[in-house]
Nanobody, 119 residues
């Protein structure tokens, strides 16, 4: 059974930084795509960033240049470094893993961690 545990959320002022981590208990982690989604109250869930098994990445336009996704296959972790945070980044952030970047939503999801950007 796949288990994804997120950590690192919290309250930060606009312009600040946060680092989210996701620890995955999944076999063959190194060949799975990993990613982060977010959902704000009253809004649809949206892709933030995904990383493929070979390290290729995709980002939402709204976070390009501010967020960086990375993975450590030895530790089975995926990290989202978030810089220059804006109030509109406030949301629940969810770690997800799936077979490929294109089919990642069909995989398993974590419980989420809250990120609040406010002064």
């Amino acid at each position: 059974q796949v288990r994804l545990v997120e950590s690192g959320g919290g309250l930060v002022q606009p312009g600040g930084s946060l680092r989210l981590s996701c620890a995955a208990s999944v076999s063959l982690f190194s060949i799975r795509a990993m990613g982060w989604y977010r959902q704000a109250p009253g809004k649809q869930r949206e892709l933030v960033a995904v990383i493929g098994r070979l390290g290729s990445t995709n980002y939402a336009d709204s976070v390009k240049g501010r967020f960086t996704i990375s993975r450590d296959n030895a530790k089975r972790t995926v990290t989202l470094q978030m810089n220059s945070l804006k109030p509109e980044d406030t949301a629940g952030y969810y770690c997800v893993q799936g077979p490929t970047m294109a089919t990642i939503e069909s995989g398993s999801w974590g419980q989420g961690t809250q990120v609040t950007v406010s002064s």
